[in-house]
């Protein structure tokens, strides 16, 4: 029904930038709110941030609350996770999902298969 494809993950060193974007495709016009969690070798599947499906309601962790940034584009079917002052602690596989507006997985039902981003200090 609803695809989710992540890219503008990469390599990167501390206090760096990236901006994340998230493109959905099939019934993108369903009212989705879109998430992004963040996934650690070894660790538990982590809430990063949430938008509601028209833009106007968004939610933060407080990990990267201050850093990070989410935004949508419904026009151009995307998703954006904009991260300034990237910390090594941020390395992780970055997974876009669409769904509820919630901060657990199983709010969302359609997921990304993730983009890699790493931190070096």
């Known amino acids: 029904q609803v695809q989710l494809v992540e890219s503008g993950g990469g390599l990167v060193q501390a206090g760096d930038s990236l901006r994340l974007s998230c493109a959905a495709s099939g019934r993108t016009s369903s009212r989705y709110a879109m998430g992004w969690f963040r996934q650690a070798p070894g660790k538990e599947r982590e809430f990063v941030a949430a938008i509601s499906w028209n833009g106007r309601l968004t939610y933060i962790a407080d990990s990267v609350k201050g850093r990070f940034t989410i935004s949508r584009d419904n026009a151009k079917n995307t998703v954006y996770l904009q991260m300034n002052s990237l910390k090594p602690e941020d390395t992780a596989l970055y997974y876009c999902?669409?769904?509820?507006?919630?901060?657990?997985?199983?709010?969302?039902?359609?997921w990304g298969q993730g983009t890699q981003v790493t931190v070096s200090s």
């Open positions: 999902a669409g769904g509820q507006y919630g901060t657990r997985p199983t709010e969302y039902y359609y």
